[in-house]
């Protein structure tokens, strides 16, 4: 399976675009987008069109720019799916998520990160491989070094040693796009803007 995994796009309707012809150009099965979708709710236009009108599967979290209400109306929109506190199974994969971040307008808790994750988990936890997808990056990361602003989640950091999945996909911390680090035996990658293509 190949997938295209990006965010931070910030409404920024030429990057997704940009991203929307990648992911056409690429033939990815694919595209997860991991939150920051919009600049603080004000450009929800043409963000998500570009992937479905080039025919692409589309699996989203918010992130702290938008709310959890905007994700669920984006998805409802364009009949894509929302994976905050959900799971979904594609081929032989599970994916499961939580948006929002620990700082921010649309701020949850350790705990309520932590629970998101479980609920989503859970049902997909007999599957051989698991993507966790998150806005937020985990806490004593490489990515937490670049920012002493956006701190890390420790429930994150928790949820990966918990549930163990393959890989995990985040966002939020821009200077620390691309970065890709192994904590434990998960794979951790900051997808960024510029998207990353995931061969699995």
Same mark, same amino acid.
């Given at each position: ?63 702290? $720019? ?70 937020? $990056? ?63």
């Amino acid at each position: 399976m190949k997938i295209l995994a990006a965010g931070d796009i910030h409404g920024d309707t030429i990057l997704a675009k940009k991203l929307a012809n990648r992911a056409k150009k690429e033939k990815v099965d694919l595209v997860i987008l991991c939150g920051d979708l919009t600049h603080f709710e004000k450009s929800t236009e043409n963000i998500i069109g570009p992937f479905v009108k080039n025919n692409k599967k589309v699996l989203i979290i918010p992130g702290n $720019h938008e709310s959890f209400a905007t994700a669920d109306f984006l998805a409802e929109l364009y009949g894509i799916k929302n994976i905050h506190g959900y799971s979904i199974k594609y081929k032989d994969i599970g994916l499961f998520g939580c948006g929002g971040a620990n700082i921010g307008p649309n701020r949850l808790s350790e705990k309520e990160i932590f629970d998101t994750l479980k609920k989503g988990f859970n049902n997909i936890r007999n599957l051989n491989k698991k993507i966790m997808v998150t806005h937020v $990056h985990p806490a004593h990361s490489k990515m937490s070094k670049f920012t002493s602003f956006f701190p890390g989640s420790k429930a994150l950091d928790k949820a990966i040693k918990t549930f163990r999945p393959n890989i995990l996909l985040c966002s939020h911390v821009h200077e620390a796009e691309g970065i890709e680090e192994k904590i434990g035996k998960t794979k951790v990658i900051n997808v960024g803007r510029k998207g990353k293509i995931i061969n699995l």
